[in-house]
């Protein structure tokens, strides 16, 4: 009962918590959201002249710095690839989060996204990463990514309806989850950017040391 409840009180009020950072931090989630709209649609990853790694990292590098946040100095000390790095860094600054209605600027993490290591298995963590640009009020996402053979691309997420690609509003059809599972990679009944996302950074938090 006591894990039930501790579980309940941070479901009620962490959400306030990141409220609490997005306004503390609204400029910089301005610029990181700038930057991603500038970007959208395009093959290399160059923010204020300087040119980063055309991955999903390397974006995430660049989107960062428009906002005076250099995270790529900042996961040098840790071990692994880009986005486990990044991942080691919200964690150790206590950024990591889980909810269905993120904020823009928040750092989105994926599992499972390819079969990295060739075994054929959903035993892939932290896998791929985006960035939060909008939620509307019915906790529709848009986020931007590195897409391996498209470029820089902004598509669609809810965690409300995370198993739902897409449905019927008003006669048209509206995309719900993208799908994230890379085509060359072993079936999957979960495909959808919802059902693989793992959880939530505020980035944008970070202390500037």
């Not at 990181?32 to 991955?55: H, M, P, R, T, W």
């Not at 996402?141 to 053979?149: A, D, E, L, Q, V």
């Not at 989850?177 to 009944?189: F, G, I, K, L």
Request: charged fraction near 20%.
């Amino acid at each position: 009962m006591k894990r039930i409840a501790a579980f309940l009180v941070l479901v009620i009020l962490f959400p306030s918590c990141v409220t609490a950072q997005e306004a503390m931090n609204r400029d910089k989630i301005d610029l990181i959201v700038e930057a991603a709209y500038a970007l959208n649609g395009k093959s290399e990853v160059v923010v204020g002249g300087q040119k980063f790694n055309s991955d999903c990292s390397g974006l995430i590098y660049g989107l960062y710095s428009a906002a005076g946040i250099d995270l790529q100095s900042a996961v040098a000390r840790y071990k692994g690839d880009g986005v486990k790095r990044i991942y080691q860094l919200m964690d150790e600054n206590g950024l990591l989060y889980y909810a269905w209605v993120p904020v823009p600027g928040d750092l989105i993490f994926w599992d499972n996204t390819y079969d990295k290591n060739g075994d054929g298995r959903e035993n892939d963590y932290l896998t791929h990463i985006g960035v939060v640009v909008s939620v509307e009020d019915d906790g529709q996402i848009s986020y931007i990514h590195y897409h391996t053979g498209r470029g820089i691309m902004i598509e669609q997420m809810n965690m409300f309806q995370p198993h739902v690609y897409a449905d019927v509003v008003d006669g048209k059809t509206v995309v719900r989850n993208s799908y994230m599972r890379a085509s060359d990679a072993p079936d999957s009944r979960f495909q959808l950017a919802g059902e693989l996302c793992r959880n939530f950074a505020m980035g944008y938090a970070l202390p500037l040391r």
